[in-house]
């Protein structure tokens, strides 16, 4: 092909926060959980992930990819297998029209920024690549729904199939042999319970120790306790969640994300050798929390942690004033935050 043309999508992506969380892998090869989760997608105004995507006959061979502003390793088994995937859907659309160009074949470049901390619990992974292979499925033009880029990003890393989506998402396990059937679906839309917002305390921007692909197939390997939380705690959970977020009752939803939160954590202090992502100013926002919500007579504040130290507080518009005023003397450990919709 003599065409030199350069072909370019531009696309940003949220991150999502999981409030029954994703934890153990039924498959490492394709990235299959060995449970169900929901998540709540945060508005992009302040978490996000920037990227584009390109391709041509022009780039030397190879594909690369420039992750803020450094150059990053393709070859990992999980950005491969998003490529192979992209580009077999493309084939697939060239081969029904012959008269488009033939992009699957062609070098791809992907330069990505993250605006917030990166491998730090702030599910960098999932903006990263629902970006990637949004951007990718732009570039080439695919027809696929969220649900079918879901499988995709899926193999990236699990969140990312969550980032697809806006508002309440949930990730369905599945049950087949290949992971055709483990994808995200909608809960509710944003719209649905727009008042919600989400306080990110960043007690930590460091590379946690313990990356979540290690971490969980550790508790899976290692810990009793976690298949308590597959055959008992996370199917009610899921239930009870499912069930908040249609009745828009938050004194389920906060109990039910911090319930979570703690079988999750309880679970990787359970692993051997034990895994502790949570640290003093982690549990110093646990104690606030609690605090806040013993004042005001009710639930109006939840905490969840991810794979990290960062706390997220989930509450409602109305009760804004109370909860940033609750943490701005609180919390020493704290270098910073943000206050997000969704
Ligand atoms: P986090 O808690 O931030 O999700 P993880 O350990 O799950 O941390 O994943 C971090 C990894 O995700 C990074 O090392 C990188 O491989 C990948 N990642 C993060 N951001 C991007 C991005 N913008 N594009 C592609 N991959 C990314
Ligand atoms: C604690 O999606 O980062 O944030 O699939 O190995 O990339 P990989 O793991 P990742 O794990 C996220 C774990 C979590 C909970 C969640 O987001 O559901
Ligand atoms: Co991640």
Redesign the pocket.
């Known amino acids: 092909m003599a065409d030199n043309k350069i072909y370019r999508a531009s696309t940003t992506a949220p991150v999502?926060?999981?409030v029954?969380?994703?934890?153990g892998?039924r498959d490492v090869q394709l990235?299959t959980?060995t449970n169900d989760?929901v998540?709540v997608t945060l508005s992009q105004d302040d978490l996000r992930t920037l990227t584009t995507a390109s391709c041509s006959a022009s780039y030397p061979a190879g594909d690369s990819l420039v992750l803020n502003g450094e150059s990053f390793d393709v070859s990992g088994a999980?950005t491969q297998a998003c490529f192979r995937e992209l580009r077999a859907r493309r084939a697939a659309v060239e081969a029904a029209d012959p008269s488009l160009p033939k992009l699957s074949t062609l070098p791809l470049k992907i330069v990505s920024e993250n605006n917030f901390p990166t491998a730090a619990?702030l599910?960098?992974?999932?903006a990263g690549?629902a970006a990637l292979v949004r951007a990718i499925a732009d570039l080439y033009e695919l027809p696929d729904s969220p649900s079918e880029l879901s499988i995709v990003a899926?193999q990236?890393?699990?969140?990312?199939c969550?980032s697809l989506f806006g508002g309440y998402v949930a990730?369905r396990a599945g049950t087949k042999e290949d992971g055709s059937d483990s994808m995200a679906d909608l809960v509710a839309p944003a719209s649905h319970w727009p008042d919600m917002r989400a306080l990110i305390l960043v007690a930590s921007a460091a590379k946690k120790g313990v990356?979540?692909?290690?971490?969980?197939?550790k508790t899976v390997a290692t810990s009793g306790l976690f298949k308590g939380r597959l055959t008992d705690v996370v199917p009610r959970n899921m239930a009870l969640i499912e069930e908040a977020i249609k009745n828009r009752d938050f004194a389920q939803f906060a109990e039910v994300t911090m319930r979570d939160s703690n079988s999750?954590h309880a679970c990787c202090a359970d692993t051997y050798p034990p895994i502790f992502?949570m640290n003093d100013t982690s549990r110093a926002a646990v104690r606030a929390v609690e605090s806040i919500n013993e004042q005001a007579g009710k639930t109006i504040a939840a905490y969840t942690?991810?794979?990290?130290p960062n706390c997220v507080v989930y509450y409602l518009q109305e009760h804004e004033s109370t909860i940033l005023g609750a943490f701005a003397g609180v919390l020493g450990g704290v270098t910073g935050w943000t206050a997000n919709g969704v």
């Not at 029954?20 to 934890?23: A, D």
């Not at 990356?211 to 197939?217: I, L």
């Open positions: 999502n926060i999981a029954v969380k994703y934890w892998k990235n959980p989760s998540s999980r619990g599910a960098s992974s999932a690549f899926r990236g890393s699990g969140s990312a969550r990730w990356s979540s692909t290690s971490g969980m197939q999750f992502y942690f991810d794979a990290g």
